[in-house]
């Protein structure tokens, strides 16, 4: 009894504390509003609190705003029922009181109805079970506009079913919209408070935005000074015309000067608006005809989606056909890229709306390889098609930066010219030529919308090559005016470049041709795995080793061997699948034209007549898990098989089966063929979620489809080069099979590629975690604070931006998150050390204490003054790390000191750990 009235006199104690001091809330940095449908979570996730419509949010979208840290709240109207809301025009007539808002053409409630509350009440547990944060509790004072006698009745009905909410769900932030005359009794439970208009307003009768008058202003600030005074967050939400943007920035600073947390928008809060922060546009749409082929064979997603990768941006591909969106794309994309060779297309009146809104909006376009436009929009990206036909052109000029100068020659051709000129002479020529009749043409320009370039001026391609004629790199950022800003990186990490091993179950039940006849997996394991110290990814097909598969007499030697593999703790587990599908969407392959498998379907198991989904991926999964795996390991890879290009049913069934999936696409450069047209992209966006490829090809074509020769994988490492420099456009990727360790001479050239990968000094990453880390190039995003720093918010596991030398160097301790940068030919990289980061810059390289590189994931940086550093890493090596600082560090863990060894401006310390926690640099 006497530890219960202890309990409750403290909490009694609390509760007079706090109703002495006032409401004490934990206030947001920032706070923005999407009631429209498809959120963008990834760009939203900037804010610190977000208030979504639920009939227009997805669980994934308040599943992943919690996951990146972003408090989702639910709107609810309290006061009125609009009439789109399905679920609260079901409350029974009683709940109505038979008025209306007449601005919003929505109905008044009856705050006392016994029904609406319980709906009010029903909301909110649903809203709490589904993830989110709080509700934002709007029409507070609709009630007002009632007849005056009603308003005591309904104001004590507001406050009770506000208090019974509260009761009922104590988790629930209560997100208040005005409100004004219940507040004085709901201090306690408001963790803020929204006020619209105190510099920019809407008005709804005339649909028109203006500015506040300035005795609004005084009486709205009379209304919030209480709010002041018990220390609740106010949220001043604006209005103010979208293309505005400066003037957007100077309502934002004008609130945040006045102690408000700001947010911009448009009256249907239905965009990304400008608040404590701005997000900063790190999407480029990529528009492709769906006639010319699938998104996977289309040449914008193969030549150009890596190199935009590689610009740190996400790439959205979207046919162009009827589903092209109609809605903003200013706020969300920096660009607009177009690869379409075969006119306009099917879609033309919606294409063309949607060429006419991004032109409205300013939003830079560019066009590869044909300009898919109707003469009527042609004049408004002032060209023309020249009428006569064309017999003949010379070269009568052109820019060396971006044509003829970078991969393949640039020869007069008129091959599929489009004979394009410009009105004018608008934009500026980077190719002109002369044709027969003396005209001058352009099939390359920059102009003031973006830019084009054509073919054949696009692409030299021989029999056996495919050059670039244009700067693919330069042209981008030149046509649509890319901004500096830190890019996204997934080649690199703490300043080494990553590098991750998987191997493909193929090949498991092989013999190799050596002393002994060994089967591959010992070889692969013995040889490849155990010597050297690489984090590798391995799986194996049931089909091959199990007994349900091709090989049932072998299964209690080959079982066994998965074993010793898997239990090596270098080892992460994957399955290739259960019967290796060579085709994921067999009834679609077999209806193209000239269709042949010349190895089958897939693998012919006995009594397995059909693929099944579920069997291949899942089925394969629990096999792997219930008969190979030592305790405490799980699969969490597929490996895609055979052509490796799921459709989206098989990519979201390994999600849901908790499974990241790898494989598919080419990147495959030899100094016989260097050309950047070998750089396929990371990524590939379906239904069903994300396709991850392979960094890099495996063995299989270096070696002609497994003909020989048998060293020729040692070539991967003219890749690992080409990739490498003049630009890193990859990780270090060692992809290969089984039976690479059947032949001496692939063994060799593994030997051969191990030893090449120790020299780089890389950092290894289980694939599974390098596959987050390309996560965040497609779902992170960034942000300006308002006081000119970077905010980079969900990275998923991506720990390196490069930083645009104009942009200077890291300010570390006006950062945070940040613990270095490395300054390399192929970039400036800066580390980061958590999903999320603050990254302020400075003219010159900072002189404190400043990580250069390490061998092992940080997971903490964290500067406690200029010269004093806490840390921590975790990794399966002992830690290696360089600091960069001109005075004396040592580092203190665990009781001891560690005192490093300078090279040059490096001090180097190595210490045993493998995980270090809380460690501290000291410097002086």
């Known amino acids: 009894?006497?530890?219960?009235?202890?309990?409750?006199?403290?909490?009694?104690?609390?509760?007079?504390?706090?109703?002495?001091?006032?409401?004490?809330?934990?206030?947001?940095?920032?706070?923005?509003?999407?009631?429209?449908?498809?959120?963008?979570?990834?760009?939203?996730?900037?804010?610190?609190?977000?208030?979504?419509?639920?009939?227009?949010?997805?669980?994934?979208?308040?599943?992943?705003?919690?996951?990146?840290?972003?408090?989702?709240?639910?709107?609810?109207?309290?006061?009125?029922?609009?009439?789109?809301?399905?679920?609260?025009?079901?409350?029974?007539?009683?709940?109505?009181?038979?008025?209306?808002?007449?601005?919003?053409?929505?109905?008044?409630?009856?705050?006392?109805?016994?029904?609406?509350?319980?709906?009010?009440?029903?909301?909110?547990?649903?809203?709490?079970?589904?993830?989110?944060?709080?509700?934002?509790?709007?029409?507070?004072?609709?009630?007002?506009?009632?007849?005056?006698?009603?308003?005591?009745?309904?104001?004590?009905?507001?406050?009770?079913?506000?208090?019974?909410?509260?009761?009922?769900?104590?988790?629930?932030?209560?997100?208040?919209?005005?409100?004004?005359?219940?507040?004085?009794?709901?201090?306690?439970?408001?963790?803020?408070?929204?006020?619209?208009?105190?510099?920019?307003?809407?008005?709804?009768?005339?649909?028109?935005?203006?500015?506040?008058?300035?005795?609004?202003?005084?009486?709205?600030?009379?209304?919030?000074?209480?709010?002041?005074?018990?220390?609740?967050?106010?949220?001043?939400?604006?209005?103010?015309?979208?293309?505005?943007?400066?003037?957007?920035?100077?309502?934002?600073?004008?609130?945040?000067?006045?102690?408000?947390?700001?947010?911009?928008?448009?009256?249907?809060?239905?965009?990304?608006?400008?608040?404590?922060?701005?997000?900063?546009?790190?999407?480029?749409?990529?528009?492709?005809?769906?006639?010319?082929?699938?998104?996977?064979?289309?040449?914008?997603?193969?030549?150009?989606?890596?190199?935009?990768?590689y610009l740190g941006y996400r790439v959205d591909y979207l046919p162009a056909d009827d589903t092209l969106p109609l809605t903003r794309f200013d706020e969300l994309y920096a660009g607009v890229v177009f690869w379409m060779t075969s006119g306009a297309p099917a879609a033309s009146n919606r294409f063309s709306r949607f060429l006419a809104a991004r032109l409205d909006e300013g939003v830079p376009l560019a066009f590869f390889g044909g300009l898919p436009i109707e003469d009527h929009l042609l004049s408004r990206l002032q060209l023309r098609n020249a009428q006569q036909q064309i017999e003949s052109v010379q070269i009568s000029n052109y820019d060396a930066a971006f044509m003829g100068s970078f991969e393949g020659k640039l020869t007069a051709r008129t091959r599929g010219l489009q004979a394009i000129q410009r009105l004018d002479d608008a934009g500026t020529a980077l190719l002109t030529l002369t044709d027969n009749l003396q005209r001058q043409l352009t099939p390359a320009a920059i102009m003031p919308w973006g830019g084009y370039a054509l073919s054949p001026y696009l692409l030299e391609e021989g029999a056996s090559h495919r050059r670039w004629i244009l700067q693919p790199l330069a042209f981008l950022q030149r046509a649509l005016r890319l901004p500096p800003m830190p890019r996204l990186d997934a080649t690199t990490e703490n300043g080494r470049r990553i590098a991750t091993v998987h191997i493909d179950g193929d090949g498991f039940a092989s013999r190799a041709e050596i002393s002994g006849t060994p089967l591959s997996p010992k070889v692969v394991l013995e040889a490849f795995i155990q010597p050297n110290d690489y984090l590798t990814s391995v799986s194996v097909i049931e089909g091959e080793v199990g007994a349900k598969g091709m090989y049932p007499w072998l299964t209690d030697t080959l079982e066994p061997l998965a074993r010793r593999i898997f239990a090596d703790p270098k080892v992460e587990p994957a399955t290739h699948t259960f019967s290796h599908p060579f085709y994921w969407e067999p009834e679609k392959a077999q209806r193209r034209e000239g269709f042949q498998a010349d190895y089958g379907l897939n693998l012919k198991l006995p009594n397995y007549p059909k693929m099944d989904l579920r069997r291949e991926i899942l089925g394969s999964r629990d096999y792997i898990e219930s008969r190979l795996l030592p305790p405490g390991k799980k699969v969490r890879l597929i490996f895609w098989s055979g052509g490796a290009l799921p459709g989206a049913e098989a990519i979201a069934m390994a999600y849901e089966g908790g499974m990241a999936n790898v494989n598919g696409a080419e990147t495959f450069l030899t100094k016989a063929d260097p050309s950047l047209t070998g750089v396929y992209p990371l990524l590939r966006p379906?239904?069903?979620?994300?396709?991850?490829?392979?960094?890099?090809?495996?063995?299989?074509?270096?070696?002609?489809?497994?003909?020989?020769?048998?060293?020729?994988?040692?070539?991967?490492?003219?890749?690992?080069?080409?990739?490498?420099?003049?630009?890193?456009?990859?990780?270090?990727?060692?992809?290969?099979?089984?039976?690479?360790?059947?032949?001496?001479?692939?063994?060799?050239?593994?030997?051969?590629?191990?030893?090449?990968?120790?020299?780089?000094?890389?950092?290894?990453?289980?694939?599974?975690?390098?596959?987050?880390?390309?996560?965040?190039?497609?779902?992170?995003?960034?942000?300006?604070?308002?006081?000119?720093?970077?905010?980079?918010?969900?990275?998923?596991?991506?720990?390196?931006?490069?930083?645009?030398?104009?942009?200077?160097?890291?300010?570390?301790?006006?950062?945070?998150?940040?613990?270095?940068?490395?300054?390399?030919?192929?970039?400036?990289?800066?580390?980061?050390?958590?999903?999320?980061?603050?990254?302020?810059?400075?003219?010159?390289?900072?002189?404190?204490?400043?990580?250069?590189?390490?061998?092992?994931?940080?997971?903490?940086?964290?500067?406690?003054?200029?010269?004093?550093?806490?840390?921590?890493?975790?990794?399966?090596?002992?830690?290696?790390?360089?600091?960069?600082?001109?005075?004396?560090?040592?580092?203190?863990?665990?009781?001891?000191?560690?005192?490093?060894?300078?090279?040059?401006?490096?001090?180097?310390?190595?210490?045993?750990?493998?995980?270090?926690?809380?460690?501290?640099?000291?410097?002086?």
């Not at 997100?175 to 709804?204: C, H, I, K």
């Not at 490492?717 to 290969?736: G, H, K, M, Q, V």
């Not at 690479?740 to 191990?754: F, H, Q, R, V």
């Open 1 to 309: 009894m006497f530890g219960n009235n202890r309990v409750y006199y403290l909490a009694l104690v609390q509760i007079l504390f706090f109703s002495l001091i006032g409401h004490v809330a934990a206030a947001p940095a920032s706070v923005g509003f999407w009631y429209a449908q498809n959120p963008p979570t990834p760009e939203l996730a900037q804010y610190d609190w977000v208030v979504l419509e639920p009939a227009n949010a997805a669980q994934a979208d308040v599943d992943f705003l919690r996951a990146q840290g972003s408090l989702p709240f639910a709107y609810l109207s309290v006061g009125e029922i609009d009439q789109g809301d399905v679920a609260a025009n079901a409350v029974d007539g009683a709940a109505r009181v038979g008025a209306r808002n007449q601005a919003w053409q929505s109905e008044l409630t009856d705050l006392s109805s016994a029904a609406w509350q319980d709906y009010l009440l029903r909301r909110a547990g649903e809203y709490q079970a589904a993830g989110y944060a709080g509700l934002f509790l709007d029409t507070l004072d609709s009630f007002t506009l009632l007849e005056g006698e009603r308003h005591t009745e309904q104001q004590a009905a507001l406050v009770a079913v506000i208090q019974r909410i509260h009761r009922e769900y104590p988790a629930l932030k209560l997100f208040f919209n005005r409100g004004f005359e219940v507040l004085p009794e709901l201090y306690a439970l408001a963790d803020a408070v929204a006020v619209e208009s105190f510099y920019a307003g809407w008005d709804q009768a005339s649909k028109s935005y203006r500015p506040v008058p300035r005795e609004d202003r005084l009486w709205l600030e009379q209304q919030v000074t209480p709010l002041r005074e018990h220390n609740i967050p106010i949220v001043a939400i604006e209005y103010a015309e979208p293309a505005q943007r400066e003037a957007m920035r100077q309502i934002a600073r004008k609130a945040a000067a006045h102690g408000y947390i700001p947010f911009v928008s448009t009256p249907g809060l239905d965009s990304i608006g400008i608040g404590s922060v701005e997000v900063q546009p790190r999407r480029i749409a990529l528009v492709y005809d769906p006639r010319e082929g699938e998104l996977p064979n289309n040449p914008g997603h193969v030549y150009l989606g890596g190199l935009l990768e």
């Open 686 to 924: 379906t239904a069903g979620g994300l396709q991850i490829y392979a960094p890099i090809i495996n063995e299989n074509l270096y070696t002609n489809l497994w003909n020989g020769p048998f060293y020729g994988f040692s070539r991967v490492i003219d890749t690992f080069e080409l990739t490498d420099s003049p630009r890193r456009l990859r990780a270090l990727n060692l992809y290969y099979h089984f039976y690479s360790g059947t032949k001496l001479a692939s063994i060799g050239a593994m030997n051969d590629i191990y030893r090449y990968m120790d020299q780089q000094q890389p950092l290894s990453l289980w694939m599974g975690d390098y596959l987050r880390r390309v996560r965040g190039l497609y779902e992170g995003s960034a942000a300006r604070t308002l006081d000119g720093r970077w905010q980079l918010r969900a990275l998923q596991g991506m720990r390196t931006v490069r930083l645009d030398p104009a942009l200077g160097w890291p300010d570390l301790q006006r950062s945070q998150g940040v613990a270095g940068v490395r300054d390399l030919p192929q970039g400036r990289y800066v580390h980061l050390s958590a999903d999320s980061a603050v990254l302020a810059t400075r003219v010159s390289r900072d002189p404190a204490p400043a990580l250069e590189q390490a061998n092992l994931p940080l997971t903490a940086w964290r500067y406690q003054s200029d010269k004093r550093v806490q840390f921590s890493f975790s990794g399966e090596f002992p830690l290696q790390l360089a600091v960069r600082y001109a005075g004396h560090c040592q580092i203190n863990y665990q009781g001891k000191e560690f005192k490093p060894q300078r090279r040059g401006e490096l001090l180097e310390f190595r210490l045993a750990q493998h995980e270090v926690s809380d460690a501290i640099l000291a410097c002086n």
